[in-house]
């Protein structure tokens, strides 16, 4: 299968129609991006280290029993995709408090959340992707209810599955954001990535920070921290 047109390029992707109206093709940038967009810069091999990471943890999801969207990895840089009718809302999981909500609620970065706490945000650039309850998204026409109530227990399943996963890798998953979207059938679908990019990680020995934030904050060696996850994926 190849790339035909062009359809969205996004700040870390881009997506490409394909022969196939239900498959597309996912291309990872080595552009990194934060405070939505506000910082940016390139960072040479970041592309392929998310595709190959976020690929293996889609297959390791679709073995459990989660849909994903994952067909086949193409490239280095490259996957096949299932198409997607995608939710405009990110749902973001937390399991330990990190990022804007510590400075948000004035909890210490690090507190571990019981329960865990699943947000939605409003996925719209220009407006800054922000956070809404269900009655927002309703309201806006973004889900039914009942979608709404199947995307909260599907992250919460992801979560715990993620959590064991990395947990055996000796890395801590403090939060991340899912998208989803409806395939052919109705059926919702995980979709987008789940990458250093879009998960919090840390060392659960160190607490050293294995993720983007190493980008936000200035941590420097955001790539070595991205190859040392996939390495210890590699040995699961
Ligand atoms: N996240 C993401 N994309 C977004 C917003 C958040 O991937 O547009 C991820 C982020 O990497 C983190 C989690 O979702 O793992 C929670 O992010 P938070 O809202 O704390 O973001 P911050 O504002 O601190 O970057």
């Known amino acids: 299968m190849t790339a035909t047109t062009l359809l969205y390029e996004g700040k870390a992707k881009k997506v490409y129609a394909t022969s196939d109206l239900q ?13 939505n967009g506000a910082k940016k810069a390139t960072l040479s091999g ?26 086949q990895e193409l490239s ?3 996957t096949l995709v299932k198409r997607l009718d995608m939710f405009a809302l990110e749902v973001i999981v937390r399991n330990i408090c990190a990022g804007s909500l510590a400075k948000r609620l004035g909890i210490k970065e690090g507190t571990p959340f019981e329960p865990t706490i699943v947000e939605f945000c409003y996925k719209n650039d220009s407006l800054g992707d922000p956070l809404i309850n269900d009655v927002h998204a309703l309201v806006l026409g973004l889900a039914s209810q009942e979608e709404l109530e199947s995307l909260k227990s599907l992250a919460l399943k992801i979560n715990t599955l993620l959590q064991a996963y990395f947990k055996n890798l000796g ?19 995980l979709g987008d990535e789940v990458s250093p990019d879009t998960c919090r990680l840390w060392d659960t020995r160190t607490h050293q920070k294995l993720d983007k934030d190493r980008f936000r904050e200035d941590l420097g060696g955001v790539c070595e921290a991205y190859e040392m996850v996939l390495e210890k994926m590699s040995h699961s």
Request: net charge negative; glycine share 8%.
């Open 171 to 189: 890395i801590m998953l403090v939060d991340f954001k899912l998208e989803f979207g409806k395939d052919g059938e109705g059926n919702i679908v």
């Open 46 to 71: 970041k592309g392929s280290l998310n595709n190959r990471i976020s690929n293996s943890l889609m297959q390791y999801l679709q073995k459990q029993g989660i849909a994903t969207h994952f067909i």
């Open 76 to 78: 280095p840089t490259q």
């Open 23 to 35: 498959c597309y093709i996912v291309d990872y940038k080595d552009e990194a991006t934060a405070f």
